[in-house]
């Protein structure tokens, strides 16, 4: 089975403060994802990369910065936390596009990690 | 944006009924996918339809796909009360982004 394990299920922090996100996943897939949920909203795209030390912007990047090193490993950054980054912080890795007989695109799922639990007082 | 719109936002049932949850979003697609989330914790994958499908079938989940009107449906048969969970419809069009949106909360009651 896929696991995707995020560093924490809950973490307090205070304004200012750095904050680092990690997360891991042991199936060797090129895409992984930050999201953040708050209720109303659904999930949000902070970043996602599809490579090693490749990175793109989703669509919530300011405020946030991210690491990507190592395949395995996708590091979401909140340089100066703030109140209005507490929310819920998913993480999520998926294989690049692969090419089906006939030049037919098959874009693979994501697969979530649980979560963490962000509070920013 | 290519943001799902999950109709209605919220649902109860009772346990054995079935429950249909609809999607629908804005641009064409290459696929669209469905996931779950209990409370307090990650998505989970339940199926996915792509663009030149208009139906498909997974043990109690029934997807469809109207690429003309740009929507899908869920539904789920027989539910029980271990479906009660967020319902998130997902359409991707690009390189692996995809946009959720606010999804559908079931509550199925025992």
């Known amino acids: 089975d896929v696991k995707v394990t995020q560093s924490s299920r809950y973490l307090v922090k205070r304004t200012g403060e750095k904050v680092f996100l990690e997360c891991v996943q042991d199936m060797d897939h090129e895409n992984m994802f930050w999201y953040r949920q708050d209720p109303g909203l659904g999930l949000r795209l902070i970043y996602f990369s599809y490579d090693v030390k490749m990175k793109e912007k989703g669509d919530i990047p300011e405020g946030y910065s991210v690491s990507r090193e190592k395949k395995e490993r996708f590091s979401l950054i909140l340089e100066s936390a703030s109140t209005n980054q507490t929310s819920m912080y998913l993480c999520?890795?998926?294989?690049?596009?692969?090419?089906?007989?006939?030049?037919?695109?098959?874009?693979?799922?994501?697969?979530f990690g649980p979560g963490t639990r962000l509070t920013v007082l | 944006s290519q943001q799902g719109e999950e109709d209605p936002q919220a649902l109860s049932i009772q346990e054995g009924e079935n429950a249909t949850m609809n999607c629908s979003y804005k641009?064409?697609?290459?696929?669209l996918q469905w996931y779950r989330q209990n409370s307090g914790r990650g998505l989970v994958h339940l199926i996915l339809i792509r663009s030149n499908e208009r139906e498909k079938h997974s043990g109690r989940l029934r997807v469809t796909l109207d690429t003309s009107k740009k929507s899908s449906s869920l539904l789920i048969t027989a539910s029980r009360a271990a479906d009660t969970a967020s319902y998130f419809c997902a359409p991707k069009t690009s390189y692996d982004k995809v946009i959720f949106g606010p999804g559908t909360s079931l509550s199925v009651i025992p």
């Open positions: 999520a890795s998926s294989f690049g596009p692969r090419w089906l007989a006939g030049g037919t695109p098959s874009t693979d799922t994501q697969y």
């Open positions: 641009t064409s697609i290459n696929n």
